[in-house]
Nanobody, 115 residues
Framework: QVQLVESGGGLVQAGGSLRLSCVAS????????MGWYRQAPGKQRELVAT???????NSADSVKGRFAISRDNARNTVYLQMNSLKPEDTAVYYC?????????WGQGTQVTVSS
């Protein structure tokens, strides 16, 4: 069973920064596409950013130029650096691992951006 544990969420003022981390429990990490998703109250879960095992990245238009995803395969960790945060970034952020047609999810970490 793969376990993903997120950390780094919290309360921040608009314009501030946070860095989320997600540690995976198994060695499949290096072969997985890792991603961050978020879900705001009353809304569907949406893609924030992904990074392939080869380091290729993709991100939602709403966060381009503000958020950056990266990974450290030696530490089984994926990061999401969030800068210039806006109130509309408020959501629960979930870490995802996609490996051989299986999706694994973390428990989520709350990010709240005050105006």
């Amino acid at each position: 069973q793969v376990q993903l544990v997120e950390s780094g969420g919290g309360l921040v003022q608009a314009g501030g920064s946070l860095r989320l981390s997600c540690v995976a429990s198994r060695s499949i990490f290096s072969r997985s596409t890792m991603g961050w998703y978020r879900q705001a109250p009353g809304k569907q879960r949406e893609l924030v950013a992904t990074i392939t095992s080869g380091g290729g990245t993709n991100s939602a238009d709403s966060v381009k130029g503000r958020f950056a995803i990266s990974r450290d395969n030696a530490r089984n960790t994926v990061y999401l650096q969030m800068n210039s945060l806006k109130p509309e970034d408020t959501a629960v952020y979930y870490c995802n691992a996609y490996y051989y047609l299986n999706n694994y999810w973390g428990q989520g970490t709350q990010v709240t951006v005050s105006s």
